[in-house]
């Protein structure tokens, strides 16, 4: 499982992150752990990858690509989100404070005991989404989630 070690997140690495994907595609890119904060990685596909535990705060993720990823306990706080796409995305236990999800593509994304707070989801679309045991569909509704189903 390759990790950052092998693989640099510039913006000339995000061809190379997408290459990768192509030769190696029932691996996992492993960035467990990482300190990525405050980093543009706007439109990157990380289908699948392993962020656990890393520092993703105040990164610019607008489009990015999440679809299986696991997020676990990974602190979100501050991200821009917009457009992003969590599909089958594990983000149990995760810091996702003062975030913006609006517009993102969320489906069967796991938000078990994740902190939302502060967090917008503004004309996101989610469908089968594990919300935190603290949310309540009215609480989703003035973020702007329409039509929260709530998967438990």
């Known amino acids: 499982m390759p990790s950052l070690?092998?693989?640099d997140l510039t913006k000339s690495a995000k061809y190379s992150?997408?290459?990768?994907h192509k030769s190696h595609p029932s691996e996992r890119l492993n960035l467990s752990g990482k300190d990525l904060s405050g980093l543009d990685l706007s439109g990157w596909d990380f289908t699948r990858a392993i962020f656990d535990g890393s520092d993703l705060s105040q990164c610019k993720l607008v489009g990015t690509i999440f679809s299986e990823a696991s997020?676990?306990?990974?602190?979100?706080?501050?991200?821009v989100m917009t457009q992003a796409i969590l599909h089958r995305a594990n983000c149990s236990d995760a810091t996702i404070v003062d975030v913006k999800l609006d517009g993102a593509n969320m489906y069967r994304?796991?938000?078990?005991?994740?902190?939302?707070s502060g967090t917008t989801f503004k004309a996101a679309h989610v469908l089968k989404v594990m919300w935190p045991e603290i949310s309540n569909s009215g609480d989703l509704r003035g973020r702007g989630v329409i039509s929260p189903i709530?998967?438990?």
């Open 109 to 116: 994304c796991i938000l078990k005991g994740a902190d939302i």
């Open 71 to 79: 997020l676990k306990r990974t602190n979100l706080t501050g991200a």
């Open 150 to 152: 709530i998967d438990l």
């Open 5 to 7: 070690q092998k693989i």
């Open 17 to 20: 992150i997408d290459d990768w």
